[in-house]
Each structure stands twice: as structure tokens, then as C-alpha cells.
């Protein structure tokens, strides 16, 4: 029956074909036709997707993610079994040549698909690690990790489109054996032109899932104090203090010291030191850091401290420690404290700041 139905279909095209304007019109009302079908495919998806989705919010996702995958599938696999075969007898090279492009467009289509399903799938799992009840540490871990996935998968797929693409080159077979057979120098040529991006790309990889890197990490690198927004497979990107992007390659974390305040847990310890003379009142000066501490909603009250940490060239150093919950409040805090501390010592107690004395002898 299919047959018989297929050969009905090549002989109306065949009769179609041999007057032009008859087939230019074959043409427009195939082509009309299959974006018809696929807006009608698409939108009963989306409404069947949508109402399910009432019930469990996985069919929520399908209904915005892959109502357009649908129509360009559909679409262009109209377009493929009816455009090429209506066209005038007269125009069989560009018969050929949209039939070959239509194939391109419906392999690329087909990665975009996979890629969707991966990419729903792995947002799932991401959406769920949000969701979950564990510590922001192993959260932040957790999703790096996933985004790390995400980009491997999107690359792989990228890949294999493209080589799937390839293969429908004809003598595409016989290009790749001579290719081989001559890639001695052009192995050596490309590995070292490669070197590089292989080494970031490895070197992301490595950040990802070795756990020494985390998006949110608080680090200092090249002498500047910021908050990791992205890694990605061959660059990791610093949001600096002042708003500044730092945008560094992976394999500068695997070559070169840099300092991770987070690695490990988000809370962090920062310090402020401020210099006054011998005379000091410590106790005074370290009831007023208490109170500072009290006032500040940085301070997460986990400990604070203020010890004299020097004593030379006539003045005393007073160093105050205090905590907070990550590397941006820590330093909201320092400041804060450095200021209040200062003006303290300034309008309250002016007898405590740093004074240089001269000895003058009796003959003076």
C-alpha cells in the first residue's frame, strides 16, 4: 500500500515537472503546506505539553523548550519530501542542490533536538541540586560541576553534527583515507597550534571536578581581590571588587599560585590593624569594636577579637579580627570597622593616637 501510494506521489510530481509554471507552483504550495503542518504539529504539542503540565512540572519544560525543535523538524522534512521533487525539468541541479541542503538542515536539526534533550536533562539535575537541603558548599561544588557537564555535552554534540554533516560529502571517505595518509607533519603542525587550547581545555575540566575552583569562590589573583562568576572549558572568569571582569585561562589556576578564601567553606575571617601610641586604652578600644560588631549585619557572630600585634617606633599595633559569612561581607565589614575604629580614636579619644616625643636636654 505505501509503495503504491509512493509511486502515485512520482508520478503526479513527474507530470507536475514538465510544465514550469505548473511546477514553480507545486513548488510554493508544498513549501506553504509544510510550514502549515508544522505551526499545526507544534501547537497541538505545546497544548497537549502545556495542559499535562498541570499536573507535573516536567511537561511545563517540554512546552517551552521544544515547540520550535518540533516545527523545523516537521517543516523541513516536509520541505525535503515535497520541494525537490516538484521542480521544473529544467532546474534539476538546483533540484539537487536543496535536497542536499534540506539533509544538512535536517541532520542539524536533529543535533539541536539532541542537545535540547541533553541540556533538559542536565537542568533537571541542576534545578534539583537547587533544591536540595545540602550546604552551599557542596551546592556551589555541584552545580560548577553541572555547568561543566553542560558544555561538554553541547561541544560533543556540536561535534558529532558536524561530522555527520561530513559524511554526506560524497568521496568524503576517500578525502578522509588521503588525509591520513599525508597527516604525518600536519599531526605535529596542528598538536602544537592546539597545545594550548587542549591545555585550557583541560585545565577547566580539571578545575570543574577536582574541586579546586567553584563558581561564588572569593580568590585573590594578580594582586586583586574578587568573586569567580564563570568557568568555563578554557577560561575562568573574576568579577573584581569594582565591578572589573578578570578574565583569566584555565590553566593559570593549575600553573600559578593564587589564594582560595572559600575553598573549603564560604565563612571567612578578616582583619583591620590601626596604629596608636603607647598610651592606649585597650580595653576601650576593643569595647568599641564589640560594639561596632554588634551594630554590623556582616558580623555573622561567630568570634571577633582586637590584640595589640606589635609595639615598635613608639607606636602600638592594634590588630582586630572579625568573621563573616563570605569574602563580599568580610570586606563591607573591614571597612566599616576600619572607619568607625578611626573615628573613634580621633573624636573620642585624641590622647590615644600616635604621637612623636622629643626628649629636650637642660642646656636646650
Not at 509511486?7 to 513527474?14: F, G, K, L, P, S
Amino acid at each position: 500500500m505505501t509503495s503504491e501510494i509512493q509511486d502515485d506521489v512520482t508520478e503526479i510530481a513527474e507530470t507536475v515537472s514538465t510544465h514550469m509554471w505548473t511546477a514553480w507552483l507545486a513548488v510554493a504550495v508544498a513549501a506553504v503546506s509544510a510550514v502549515v503542518l508544522g505551526f499545526v504539529i507544534s501547537w497541538i504539542f505545546r497544548t497537549s505539553m502545556t495542559r499535562l503540565g498541570r499536573h507535573h512540572q516536567v511537561f511545563t519544560e517540554l512546552a517551552a523548550r521544544f515547540p520550535k525543535p518540533v516545527f523545523w523538524i516537521v517543516t523541513t522534512v516536509g520541505w525535503k519530501a515535497t520541494i525537490p521533487p516538484f521542480f521544473p525539468e529544467d532546474f534539476a541541479h538546483l533540484r539537487g542542490a536543496f535536497d542536499y541542503g534540506f539533509t544538512l538542515a535536517i541532520i542539524g536539526i536533529v543535533g539541536w533536538i539532541i542537545a535540547k534533550i541533553l541540556m533538559f536533562l542536565v537542568d533537571g539535575a541542576m534545578q534539583k541540586q537547587d533544591e536540595s537541603n545540602a550546604d552551599e558548599f557542596t551546592v556551589r561544588r555541584r552545580r560548577t560541576q553541572i555547568r561543566m557537564i553542560r558544555r561538554l555535552v553541547i561541544a560533543l554534540v556540536a561535534i558529532l553534527t558536524v561530522a555527520a554533516m561530513l559524511l554526506t560529502i560524497p568521496g568524503a571517505r576517500t578525502f578522509g583515507a588521503s588525509l591520513l595518509a599525508s597527516a604525518g607533519l600536519a599531526s605535529i603542525v596542528a598538536g602544537m597550534a592546539a597545545q594550548t587550547t587542549l591545555g585550557n581545555v583541560i585545565a577547566g575540566m580539571q578545575l570543574a571536578f577536582s574541586n579546586a575552583l567553584k563558581v561564588g569562590d572569593t580568590v585573590e589573583v594578580d594582586d586583586e581581590f574578587g568573586t569567580v562568576e564563570e568557568i568555563t572549558l578554557t577560561y575562568v572568569v573574576v568579577q573584581i571588587w569594582d565591578d572589573r571582569r578578570h578574565v583569566l585561562p584555565s590553566t593559570y589556576f593549575t600553573t600559578t599560585p593564587y589564594t582560595n578564601w572559600t575553598r573549603n567553606q564560604t565563612a571567612v575571617t578578616g582583619t583591620v590593624f590601626v596604629e596608636a601610641d603607647y598610651t592606649v586604652d585597650v580595653p576601650a578600644v576593643r569595647a568599641e569594636l564589640e560594639r561596632i560588631l554588634d551594630a554590623a549585619p556582616e558580623w555573622d557572630r561567630r568570634s571577633w577579637g582586637l590584640i595589640v600585634s606589635d609595639a615598635t617606633g613608639g607606636t602600638v599595633q592594634l590588630r582586630a579580627t572579625m568573621t563573616a559569612a563570605n569574602g563580599d561581607d568580610i570586606w563591607v565589614l573591614r571597612c566599616d570597622v576600619r572607619e568607625q575604629l578611626v573615628a573613634f580614636l580621633g573624636t573620642q579619644r585624641p590622647q590615644d593616637l600616635s604621637r612623636t616625643r622629643i626628649e629636650m636636654g637642660a642646656d636646650d
